[in-house]
Structures are given as structure tokens and as C-alpha cells.
């Protein structure tokens, strides 16, 4: 059972990415599955999660500029990031757990590795 977290990069504030969070030996669609993203000397935050019935959820920090999103064919979760700020800048990582609930308390068995997001000039 693993989480692969991808699609990190450099990029100038105001542009977009798309992290993607894959899994094998489980299907993701049964999960809860979430974001959370850990920037350098700060504690890890919660930024998005989906629901096993595709409700979404975002901090306040990311709402607007940030969509969460099942590909349920590949066995994936896509976290696409538009007008990022410098203050976007961490290691984002996926997670996943039975729950939203469970998830946001951000102590779920299944993470990723983890994908980090630069933003900058």
C-alpha cells in the first residue's frame, strides 16, 4: 500500500501547477484522500481533501486559487494550484484515511512522499 505524491516544481508567483497523488495496492476512490503541505520552519497545515463521495473542502488559505479533484481511471488525486504566492512554497504531501474527519486530524496510516512546490522570481 503506497502513495506517490508528483508534479512539484518551480514556478513564478502567479502561475499554476497540478500535484498529483497516485496510489497502488488500494483504490483511492474508497479513501478520503487529502493535502497537506509543510514549509520550511512551520509546522504542517491542512490545504484540501476530498471526500469517498467527492465532497471537497479547502483551507481558507487556498480557497479559489486551489480545486481538488478524483481521476478515479488512474487511481488518482489531483490537486491543481492556480495564482500561487510565494507563500505557497512547501513540501506537499498526500495523505489518506477513512474519513474527511480522520484525515484533517492529519494522522492517517497512508501518506506520500511528498512533492515540493517553489514559488518564486
Known amino acids: 500500500v503506497q502513495l506517490q505524491a508528483s508534479g512539484g516544481g518551480l514556478v513564478q508567483p502567479g502561475g499554476s501547477l497540478r500535484l498529483s497523488c497516485a496510489a497502488s495496492?488500494?483504490?483511492?476512490?474508497?479513501?478520503?484522500i487529502g493535502w497537506f503541505r509543510q514549509a520550511p520552519g512551520k509546522e504542517r497545515e491542512w490545504v484540501s481533501c476530498i471526500s469517498s463521495s467527492d465532497e471537497t473542502y479547502y483551507a481558507d488559505s487556498v480557497k479559489g486559487r486551489v480545486t481538488i479533484s478524483r481521476d478515479n481511471a488512474k487511481n488518482m488525486v489531483n490537486l491543481h494550484m492556480t495564482s500561487l504566492k510565494p507563500e505557497d512554497t512547501a513540501v506537499y504531501y498526500c495523505a489518506a484515511d477513512s474519513s474527511v474527519y480522520k484525515l484533517r486530524l492529519g494522522r492517517s496510516p497512508y501518506w506520500g512522499q511528498g512533492t515540493l512546490v517553489t514559488v518564486s522570481s
Open positions: 495496492g488500494f483504490t483511492l476512490d474508497y479513501y478520503a
